[in-house]
């Protein structure tokens, strides 16, 4: 995402970053989060908090394209009742 927050002037070879490239990161996360309903299936992981509130800010942001694989996987994340508690003491927070 950073890629896309603060492009660089000239792309850096691929693998010096130590990831290859923005679309092949995106390609090969689409494929992990498709199957689901969770990253290792029907379990949900720590793997899920941590890639899927990173979808969730990404997608927030505009920094991650709206593919139908993230926005499916990141619905299915909103629907947990812990993400909803979440989400509600954040709104409390910012509330004057």
Do not use: C, H, I, N
Request: net charge negative.
């Amino acid at each position: 995402m950073v890629d896309r927050a603060m492009p660089r002037s000239e792309q850096p070879r691929r693998g010096t970053l130590g990831y290859g490239d923005f679309d092949t990161v995106m390609e090969v996360t689409a494929k992990a989060v498709e199957p689901g309903p969770y990253l290792m299936g029907e379990q949900f992981t720590a793997a899920d908090v941590v890639v899927g509130s990173t979808l969730r800010w990404g997608l927030m942001f505009k920094l991650l394209p709206e593919r139908p694989e993230f926005m499916r996987y990141v619905g299915r994340l909103q629907e947990r009742p812990a993400l909803q508690r979440a989400v509600a003491a954040d709104e409390d927070l910012m509330t004057p």
